[in-house]
């Protein structure tokens, strides 16, 4: 399970806010804190959260076990009306 809670321009549809919650684990423990903070003013379109994603992934050696950057990206888009 993915929750995540997303506040948003509306009129760029860029993340203000957003707070990833689930049935998943994260290593190193901060990586959750420094996805969100990274995602901020990142437009909600799918290809774009998934480029960043990745990168953010790569860069900071994030592991995740019951999620994948795609799954992210696709739940974090699904958030935009």
């Given amino acids: 399970m993915l929750k995540i809670s997303?506040?948003?321009d509306?009129?760029?549809y860029r993340i203000k806010e957003i707070r990833?919650?689930?049935d998943f684990f994260a290593y190193p423990?901060?990586?959750l804190e420094m996805m969100e903070t990274k995602l901020k003013?990142?437009?909600m379109e799918q290809?774009?959260?998934l480029d960043k994603i990745s990168s953010i992934i790569a860069t900071?050696?994030?592991e995740f076990i019951g999620l994948n950057a795609e799954g992210l990206a696709r739940g974090i888009a699904m958030?935009?009306?």
Avoid: D, K, M
Wanted: glycine share 4%; aromatic share 8%; proline share 4%.
């Fill in 79 to 81: 958030c935009r009306p």
């Fill in 29 to 31: 423990e901060e990586a």
């Fill in 41 to 43: 003013h990142t437009v």
């Fill in 60 to 62: 900071y050696q994030i």
């Fill in 47 to 49: 290809e774009v959260l």
């Fill in 6 to 8: 997303v506040e948003y």
């Fill in 20 to 22: 990833i919650t689930g």
């Fill in 10 to 12: 509306e009129a760029e």
